[in-house]
């Protein structure tokens, strides 16, 4: 599936501006402003100016949240980002309840105990980030993320993302049975997006620090439906290394 742009010129201006550089940018910005995230139970809180503000939308980190300070912008962000900004690109410190800048050990910790499976789901966000995918959370379709090839403003989700792991977890239980893939199958496409699943070894490496996620590998898979109409001959083979799973359901779908 190609991506889906928004309007006349939506591609020339990703193009133009390239998701890997508003990052870079959003980057330089937060070391030098030394911007300091408040943890609020499972998200992070953010006080930004103008300029930090228009970084991080447009890098799709967070999102703005609204208040009776006019004069104050903030911005509040998921797990999965705020520890992407501590500890992948080391350009936000997180303090906590008691007022103390946490290490990333101790927010770690902390983000465990709120999401069990936040290791695994972490490797997963951290990794479609590092390939310049903009990731965001997938509840409304049923799924883990969604990702955007650039801003959502630009394009529409290309994938549906499934995080699922060979370890002994929570996420294991998941398209386990027919029922589990038809179904999810079936909301990949009535929305236009191809179901990607990303599965997580840890390597018995187990999860004690976040040391432990460069022992992490991860497989992906795209799933869809076979359409019998279309020549097998037509079919392209999946890109970057990914795998691509094709079933035969037409006689269930």
Avoid at 73 to 94: G, I, P, R
Avoid at 146 to 165: K, M, N, Q, T
Avoid at 187 to 200: H, M, Y
Wanted: charged residues 25%.
């Amino acid at each position: 599936m190609k991506p889906r742009w928004k309007g006349k010129g939506s591609q020339a201006k990703a193009n133009a501006d390239p998701m890997s550089k508003i990052v870079s940018q959003l980057q330089s910005s937060l070391i030098q402003s030394e911007t300091r995230g408040l943890l609020s139970s499972c998200s992070v809180l953010v006080e930004v100016d103008a300029e930090l503000a228009d970084l991080l939308n447009r890098s799709c980190f967070g999102r703005p949240r609204i208040t009776a300070q006019e004069d104050k912008q903030w911005f509040q962000l998921d797990m999965e980002e705020a520890f992407y900004l501590c500890f992948s690109l080391k350009c936000l410190k997180v303090i906590g309840e008691n007022g103390y800048i946490k290490s990333n050990e101790e927010l770690w910790d902390y983000l465990k105990s709120k999401k069990p499976v936040f290791p695994v789901s972490y490797k997963v966000y951290s990794h479609l980030r590092h390939k310049n995918w903009v990731v965001r959370s997938g509840l409304q379709y049923g799924v883990d993320f969604v990702a955007y090839c650039h801003h959502p403003a630009l394009v529409h989700s290309e994938y549906a993302v499934l995080v699922l792991s060979e370890g002994d977890n929570d996420l294991n239980g998941r398209l386990r049975v027919w029922s589990d893939v038809h179904c999810t199958v079936r909301l990949c496409g009535s929305v236009a997006k191809t179901l990607l699943t990303v599965i997580v070894n840890s390597n018995n490496q187990g999860a004690n620090s976040p040391s432990c996620l460069e022992h992490y590998t991860v497989e992906e898979q795209t799933i869809t439906r076979w359409n019998p109409e279309r020549s097998r001959e037509d079919q392209t083979g999946p890109k970057n290394g990914t795998k691509k799973i094709v079933k035969d359901w037409c006689n269930h779908i």
